[in-house]
């Protein structure tokens, strides 16, 4: 037999959000910009930046996570046996059981 479980999304933590991938590239950079050149890049230049990748604005900086579909919490299904030794070693731990 096996039940239906839900457990934290590993790819959000939970949240439903990540980060996108472009902003991560791009705050990159940044920083790297930052460290030869003592500041950060004008806007001029990050608009730039984007606009060579294809975005006319910039981007939304989170997106709803494609694992979950922004739920934060995917479906695992898990054997009855399996949820059986964790509750008893949930129990353990809070001496519900003893061992
Ligand atoms: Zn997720």
């Known amino acids: ?3 239906l479980t839900r457990e ?3 790819e959000c933590y939970g949240t439903g959000l990540v980060y996108s991938g472009i ?3 791009f705050n990159e950079l940044d920083d790297q910009y ?3 050149h003592g500041h950060f890049m004008s806007n001029e230049d990050c608009e730039a930046w984007f606009r060579e990748r ?3 604005k ?3 900086e989170e997106h709803s996570c494609g694992e979950c579909e922004g739920s934060g ?3 695992v299904w898990k054997s009855i046996d ?3 030794s964790m509750v008893f070693n949930i129990g353990i731990h809070t001496g519900h059981i003893k061992p």
């Open 1 to 3: 037999m096996e039940v």
């Open 8 to 10: 934290k999304c590993k």
């Open 23 to 25: 902003w991560k590239e």
């Open 34 to 36: 930052k460290k030869e």
């Open 54 to 56: 294809g975005y006319h």
């Open 58 to 60: 910039f981007p939304s």
């Open 73 to 75: 919490l995917i479906a």
């Open 82 to 84: 399996e949820i059986a």
